[in-house]
C-alpha cells in the first residue's frame, strides 16, 4: 500500500509542519489602537532585546507609560533603554510607529499593517523593509513597495515602523554541518532532511523507481496503489485504447 507523499502531509498540517508559537514570549505584534495613539502619542521604553527560538529576528519588549507592555521586531540601532513613540503625533524616528498618512515618501519602514490594529504583516523578517512610494489621500490609501519588489496600495491609517528589521546578516552565514540545519529545521518547523523523490522506491513516490532522467514518468489513474502514489495521477499518459482505434488501422498497423 502505498503511503502520502511529502507535499500532501504538509498541506495536511501535522505538528510537523506547524509552527511552534507557545515557544514565544508573547503576541509580535502593536497592541490595538486607541484614542491617544490615533490623535496624539503614546511612549515606551525599550526593556530587553530577547531572542525568540524560531523567529529570525530580534524581539524588542516595550514597555508602555500606560503599563501595557508590547512585543515588536526590533530596528536595527535600538538598543535597551531607548524611548518608543508610537502615535499619530510621533517623530520620523528609528523604532517609533506611526500612521502611514504621516510617513514621508521614500522612508524604508518595517512590520507594516494590512488593516489598522492587526499588528503588522508585511516585512517582518530579518533584515527586510518595505518603502513608502506614494499616498493617495483622496482614497485613503498608501502604495508601498514590498522587499519582494511588489507594489501594493493600504489602508493610510495603517501602523508601521520606521526602520528596518535588525538580524539582515542571518542568511550570509553558511550552516557548513547538517547537525546546524537540523537544529534550525526543529525550531522552524521544517521536514529535514527531505528526500528526493527519484529516489524512493515506487510504493513512496511517483517518481521513485526506475531511471528517468526527471524522475517523473506518467502514472495513470487507474494504475494500482503500489504504483500510484498519494492524491496525483496524469490526466493523459500519452496512451491510446485499442477499442477506440478503428479496426482497419489497426490491421494496417499489423
Not at 507594516?112 to 513608502?132: C, I, N
Not at 503500489?226 to 499518459?237: E, F, L, P
Request: aromatic share 6%; with cysteine; net charge positive.
Amino acid at each position: 500500500m502505498g503511503k502520502r507523499i511529502l507535499v500532501q502531509r504538509r498541506g495536511r498540517a501535522g505538528p510537523t509542519f506547524i509552527s511552534p508559537s507557545w515557544r514565544r514570549p508573547g503576541p509580535v505584534k502593536y497592541v490595538s489602537p486607541d484614542e491617544t495613539q490615533m490623535n496624539g502619542v503614546i511612549r515606551g521604553v525599550v526593556k530587553d532585546l530577547i531572542h525568540v527560538t524560531g523567529l529570525n529576528a530580534p524581539v524588542a519588549h516595550i514597555m508602555l507609560e500606560d503599563g501595557r507592555e508590547m512585543y515588536m521586531f526590533a530596528v536595527e540601532g535600538m538598543y535597551v533603554g531607548q524611548m518608543i513613540e508610537i502615535g499619530s503625533d510621533a517623530r520620523v524616528a528609528t523604532g517609533n510607529v506611526l500612521p502611514l498618512y504621516k510617513i514621508p515618501e521614500g522612508t524604508m519602514v518595517c512590520n507594516v499593517e494590512k488593516q489598522l490594529g492587526d499588528g503588522g504583516k508585511f516585512a517582518r523578517s530579518g533584515g527586510t523593509y518595505a518603502v513608502v512610494l506614494s499616498h493617495k489621500p483622496e482614497e485613503g490609501k498608501t502604495v508601498l513597495q514590498l522587499p519582494s519588489g511588489k507594489t501594493i496600495e493600504v489602508d493610510t491609517r495603517a501602523r508601521a515602523t520606521i526602520g528596518i528589521v535588525a538580524g539582515g546578516g542571518r542568511t550570509e552565514k553558511p550552516f557548513v554541518k547538517a547537525g546546524k540545519k537540523y537544529h534550525r529545521a526543529k525550531a522552524k518547523s521544517w521536514k529535514y532532511p527531505i528526500v528526493r523523490g527519484k529516489a524512493m522506491s515506487p510504493y513512496a513516490h511517483p517518481h521513485g523507481g526506475g531511471h528517468h532522467p526527471t524522475g517523473s514518468p506518467p502514472v495513470a489513474k487507474n494504475a494500482p496503489p503500489g504504483q500510484k502514489v498519494g492524491h496525483i495521477a496524469a490526466r493523459c499518459t500519452g496512451r491510446r485504447c485499442p477499442q477506440i482505434i478503428p479496426y482497419e488501422q489497426r490491421r494496417r498497423r499489423r
